[in-house]
């Protein structure tokens, strides 16, 4: 091949009209010009290594463009222990529950007759039973904040998403049948509530609602889960990146300009 006709360093073709040349880094001579389809394949080959963001031969790091803005991956704390959540669920749960039980007991049971609309149901019922009975209060008033809890973190996550994430309408595509079962399950609480308590079956109904509260941090630490798996299919395969010459980032010029200053200085002195 001709000396002023300059080569791939990867594939040793020549440039195309479809796959042009770029200069990502200070390499000279041979090394300085490459297929920008080259790069990004040697880039994706070495995804989890230093080659993935910087030149191996001379050290300098890519200058990425991307089609639309990176999306932020720590919108959620990262918990990789489901251990935890749960935790915090629980003692949020019983700490909470106490509360709002004994406001409960010092004010007529407003929070269940709210529930029951004001409306006298046949007897036994749950009133009763959280009443006379030890375990039922523990185990509705866990429940119910449970359930409250669970509001909390639904407006949260809509709060937080709506923030944060740029490409709203890619990203509740690809949550939305997750976020409806998430929250369909948390709202069976109050769908149980209805359905049994309204029809004389409460004793059924603490028992459904204690297995609920047990698995409802599950389904958070899943649906945060989901969260984070998108997030990076947006910004790995949705989201198209562009390498972009040496010389098209402005720092590197102003980093010449500054190397001549301290150069003239040395001179002068």
Known sequence: MSEDISECRICFEIETYDDPFISPCRCKGTSQYVHNSCLNTWRNFNRNSAAW?????????YTLRYRYPIEKTNI???????????????IMA?????????????NDYLAIKMLNFNISLPEPSLLTYVKTDELSPQIFYFSYTMFLQSIFFYFYYCYKIYNNVHRKKLYFNKISYSFILSSFFSFQFIIWYYILVFNEQPIVFLNIASLISMLEPFVYYHL???????????????????ILSYEENPLHGYENILDEMELTNIVIE
């Open 53 to 61: 963001e910087r030149c191996m031969e001379c050290g300098e790091e």
């Open 94 to 106: 019983i700490s909470f529950g106490s509360v709002i039980w004994l406001m409960d007991y010092h």
């Open 224 to 242: 945060i889960k989901k969260h984070k798996k998108i997030i990076k299919y947006m910004n790995e395969e949705e989201n198209v990146e562009e």
């Open 76 to 90: 959620f704390e990262p918990i990789k222990n489901p251990t935890i959540i749960y935790f915090f669920q629980y």
